[in-house]
């Protein structure tokens, strides 16, 4: 609580402040960025949340949640739940919670898509910035820890957002889908915009047993977007590019 001074007919009072509103620090309204076919909206999560409600403004009313993922945040470091639509589809709530020990930039992009659209409308588009994606699928054993890590050396400046997150996986064909946002306008409008994604695999151990880079961009400016496994050599695991079953260009990483 804090205490205000006031002086009143030579006489000092301390009185009680109204403390802010704890209401406030627990909503959260953010825009979704893209088109009637897919979007894009990111909400930071560093320092922790517990029981957040955070509101998405969709650009369609067609629109459903695709994906959820983590950049920069410890394992486990968040909780969507009590998701619902409403105005009509035009909004996306849910309660948030998240770790206190998610990093400063900690944050989690939820990538929305029209289930009536053409399946390769969102995550392509060549002079067109918005949220690009593709699905990679593990088949790598049950129990293994698999670190996905976006951005580095291998990444346009035209890029950001790119997924970072560790999983154990649970069985073979595993999908995971990694995004990240392109920028379209000022230079970037000419540029090429791609990113390398670095995964690393260990058994229960702990040992490192599998790794290598995927390439995930353009090739030429106003070029599609696709998947390459060639983005840097490929130890103890296998990597090919094809569709991915939901639509849209994918990766297959196996033993």
């Known amino acids: 609580m804090r205490l205000r001074l006031t002086v009143a007919a030579g006489a000092i009072t301390l009185l009680a402040a109204a403390p802010a509103s704890a209401s406030a620090a627990q909503k959260q309204t953010v825009r979704c960025v893209g088109t009637a ?9 560093a320092g922790g949340a517990r029981g957040k409600l955070v509101t998405v403004k969709l650009t369609d009313t067609n629109l459903k949640l695709e994906s959820v993922t983590a950049v920069s945040a410890v394992k486990n470091g968040y909780d969507l ?11 996306f709530r849910f309660t948030l919670t998240a770790a206190k020990a998610n990093p400063k930039r900690a944050r989690i992009v939820l990538v929305f898509s029209n289930p009536g659209a053409p399946p390769a409308s969102a995550p392509t588009g060549a002079l067109r910035g918005g949220w690009k994606w593709f699905d990679a699928r593990f088949s790598v054993g049950a129990g293994q820890t698999v670190t996905i890590t976006g951005g ?14 560790t999983f154990v996986t649970r069985g073979n064909d595993e999908s995971r889908r990694l995004v990240y946002y392109s920028k379209g306008d000022g230079g970037c409008a000419m540029q090429l915009s791609y990113s390398e994604f670095r995964v690393q695999i260990r058994n229960p151990a702990g040992q490192l047993t599998g790794s290598g880079r995927l390439f995930y961009g353009q090739q030429y400016v106003a070029g599609d977007y696709v998947v390459s496994c060639d983005y840097g ?3 103890g695991a296998r990597c090919s590019s ?3 079953p939901a639509g849209g260009p ?6």
């Open 81 to 91: 739940s009590q998701e619902t639509y409403r105005a009509g589809g035009s909004e």
């Open 233 to 235: 050599p490929w130890v």
């Open 242 to 244: 094809d569709d991915s």
């Open 152 to 165: 580095g050396d291998g990444t346009s400046v035209c890029t950001r957002e790119e997924t970072t997150e």
């Open 37 to 45: 076919d897919g979007c894009g909206a990111t909400v930071p999560i």
């Open 250 to 255: 994918g990766a297959q990483i196996k033993r």
